[in-house]
């Protein structure tokens, strides 16, 4: 069982930057795929970023590609998600996720969720 919380949401203005963590109970983080997923109001949840249990392979969403960056430190059961340049349409609920085996965009994959935190981008 692992226990997902997420922290650093928050209101923005475009342009600005946000740094997201998800903090994960249990001894075994460090062998879970983890992924990051956002939910506007009246839209599905979709994919934003994953990263290999190691570290060291990711992936990202086209419309974050070059502007987010995830990542995490095994040693503290934690995963980031750094958000640069952000834009009005990034506002939405931003839920950490983890599953075993590799990682994917397919948010039915994965096993554990946390309960999301609000990001608003003002323009």
């Known amino acids: 069982q692992v226990q997902l919380v997420e922290s650093g949401g928050g209101l923005v203005q475009a342009g600005g930057s946000l740094r997201l963590s998800c903090a994960a109970s249990g001894r075994t983080f460090s062998t879970y795929a983890m992924g990051w997923f956002r939910q506007a109001p009246g839209k599905e949840r979709e994919f934003v970023a994953a990263?290999?249990?190691?570290?060291?392979?990711?992936s990202y969403a086209d419309s974050v590609k070059g502007r987010f960056t995830i990542s995490r430190d095994n040693a503290k059961n934690t995963v980031y998600l750094q958000m640069n340049g952000l834009k009005p349409e990034d506002t939405a609920v931003y839920y950490c996720?983890?599953?075993?085996?590799?990682?994917?965009?397919?948010?039915?994959?994965?096993?554990?969720w946390g309960q999301g935190t609000q990001v608003t981008v003002s323009s």
């Open positions: 990263i290999h249990w190691s570290g060291g392979s990711t």
């Open positions: 996720a983890a599953r075993r085996g590799p990682y994917t965009g397919s948010v039915g994959q994965y096993d554990y």
